[in-house]
């Protein structure tokens, strides 16, 4: 019995470390960048990091990925100055574009049809409005270099707070054991793809086992609908707060979001109070292509052409001129 | 609780551990504890059927006993058919009552008559009750037959009914194999745990690398096959015959691997029934404790192939319409039964049912002969043909999918509905059927390498393998558990 219980640990150890081997030599986990909260109380990547972002069990998505000197992931370093056109472009994931080589992102495809012009991808995962406006207020020497700003925002996600405090529950990702979990590209290969779900959920079965079980009660559309617009009001009144608190200039930013999922009362309120917006939802309802990719629905190859397309006819009509 | 589950992985080691570290000492203390792990396994999923198992082990331990202490013909017979009426009473509600209600409705209405409400029921079908039912009624019959002796301790025949390696889709076993054992103190062996442990593991492979990696694309093709062409229905059933095979045989290999752990020997259910040569001898390759029961406890009592021709065909007839009734309260299993009825006749009448009893296919050869592949391609295209009415919700999809073959009979790419690459699932399955063809002369060692760094490498692709495939979106159970 001893035996049996002794090799079978060594076997399982072995075959540890050969699938550890094996998930490194053929790079089928992705490797995860450092996040730091700076100076400034921003919170972005750790400035110079460089490695490949993976996505699905068999390497489906493969990716390369650089982050530049200001923590942003981009084929380019972030200077601003008064003689050159710049455009900056910031949101979460979509923007920061984890899930596409660094040297075909949507900057870069938007900053090859228009000569002359530089774009900066300022995009960090699960940056929300709160995020974005923070950023542009705290490095506001930097941003008021730059010569336009696009601000790209989902209604139903990015508007649920009035004030930017910081992300705990993501920097808690840069703890000493994460940070020592990370380490093992097995381990991050199996969170990666959904193995590691069972036991969180197990843990998370046992640690309520004991605790009464919260009753939910089934909504009727009636009061979904009343649910839905008094989220509605608040994001708005939420947007608002935000533009008070740390600025908004109406000339210079522009929004980049898709109406067919964002309120009418934003948009309406948008319209009436002269605040720019890209408006992408045409374009992908007129490609008979798709538009995502296929194990996430971050936007795929002809997704973020589309995207770059909108930005760049958007840019040239605003005929930018040097500051 | 699922095999392939983190519950079940976690009930394993506890239940095995204690099991040999405490409850070692006393064949009644091995099965008394045996029993309970059981009745766990079987309750987590849902304790109100438990009173099922209990009522069918209560009813058949008293019914053998009976049989065995009568002194008539007579009487022998009454309690046997009290098992048998109360076994097949269990499984007519739970599995057939809607079936018979819908099917005299729908008879009716062919004369005319609309029954305007009908009787179907809300039932819950109880996981396993096919089996255990099975297993029950054949612990009556042998003692009817008097080729067993009825046990006298109800703890031990409890765990007979209830073995949860087997308790929810078998094999089906035989008192005679299974009963013998639990009556008797195991002993723990090193070899047994072993091989128990690898066939756990290979049955873990077909489960989560064969079946469930194809699962979302038979599920796609089946459900849409009026859009899609001829080469993507082909491509769909032949795909479920190696989801079917991969799901059930990967099942039983994790029964028959558990059962050994507890230092219990099951009987093979699969022998790599993707090699027969005949579809006679797929019958003998595929779910052999199904096949085996129905040919000793219906086909042979019927008179088997003693009777003379016609009836021997009768008996054939009646065994696969039988057995296709067994797997659901469908139409479309009795016309997949009837489909190898009329397959199995052919070879019976050419006197070719039992020419591969006891060999498999490149018998001490490396290669199979231009013949012999010939043959196994020819009943693989016969079996998965059949399967299109095994997996069809009805009978007028299994005829409309085939219509659709007929009708557009064009070839054209398939994508993936998830958008995968689908050359990693050829090249898999490719991998898979090679692999079995290198292991086909022994189903019960799946790893029989004579070195120790192939068995290593092989362990290791194998995880990886799991790790390749594995898809946390899907559903995990079994295909068998719904019978």
Known sequence: ?323 | MLFNSLDFFIFLPIVFITYWFIFYKKNQVQNLFILSASYIFYGLWDWRFLFLILASTVVDFFVGQAIHSSDSDRKRKLWLWISVIFNIGLLGFFKYYNFFVDSWADLLSIFGYELKSTWTLQIILPVGISFYTFQTMSYSLDIYYKRLTPTKDFISFATFVSFFPQLVAGPIERASNLLSQITSKRVFNYTQCTDGLKLILWGLFKKVVIADSIAPIVDDIFANYGEYPASTLILGVSLFSFQVYGDFSGYSDIAIGTAKLFGIELMSNFKFPTFSRNVAEYWQRWHVSLSTWFRHYVYIPLGGNRVGKLKSIRNIIIIFLVSGFWHGANWTFIVWGAIHAALYIPVFLMGRNRIYMNNVVAENRWFPSIIEISQILLTFFLVTFSRIFFRSESITDAFGFLKQIYHNFTFESYSHPLGYRMIDYFILLALFVLYEFKIRRDERSPFKFKSKIVRFIIYTLVVLGMLLFYDDQIDRSFIYFQF
């Open chain 1, 1 to 323: 019995m001893k035996k049996l219980i002794l090799k079978s640990l060594l076997y399982f150890f072995l075959i540890l470390v050969i699938l550890e081997v094996l998930v490194r030599v053929f790079h089928l986990g992705k490797d995860t960048p450092t996040r730091f909260l700076d100076d400034r109380q921003v919170e972005k990547w750790v400035p110079n990091q460089n490695g490949f972002n993976v996505t699905g069990n068999r390497r489906q998505n493969f990716s390369e990925f650089h982050i530049n000197s200001s923590g942003f992931n981009s084929y380019r370093e972030f200077t601003p100055t008064k003689n050159n056109i710049e455009v900056a472009l910031i949101g979460d994931s979509f923007i920061e574009g984890f899930h596409q080589n660094y040297y075909n992102s949507i900057g870069k495809k938007a900053e090859n049809a228009l000569p002359g012009i530089e774009i900066y991808e300022y995009g960090y995962a699960g940056y929300d409005f709160a995020d974005q406006l923070h950023l542009v207020h705290s490095y506001k020497k930097q941003f008021d270099l730059i010569d336009h700003l696009i601000l790209g925002i989902k209604f139903s996600n990015d508007l649920t707070r009035g004030e930017y405090k910081v992300a705990k529950g993501r920097l808690a990702l840069e703890s000493p054991i994460h940070r020592l979990l990370k380490k093992s590209k097995l381990i991050v290969y199996c969170k990666s793809i959904g193995l590691l779900e069972p036991p969180q959920e197990l843990m998370y079965r046992l640690i309520n086992i004991l605790k009464p079980k919260r009753e939910v009660l089934p909504i009727n559309d009636e009061e979904a609908l009343r649910i839905r617009k008094e989220n509605e009001k608040a994001y708005l009144a939420n947007f608002k707060s935000l533009v008070a608190k740390y600025g908004y200039d109406k000339e210079r930013y522009t929004l980049l979001l898709d109406s067919k999922i964002t309120s009418p009362i934003f948009l309406s309120y948008l319209e009436k109070n002269d605040f720019n917006y890209i408006d992408f939802s045409q374009s992908f309802e007129n490609t008979n292509r798709s538009t995502t990719l296929i194990y996430d629905r971050h936007w795929n190859n002809h997704g973020r052409e589309l995207i770059a397309k909108l930005i760049s006819k958007y840019i040239q009509k605003k005929d930018l001129k040097t500051k």
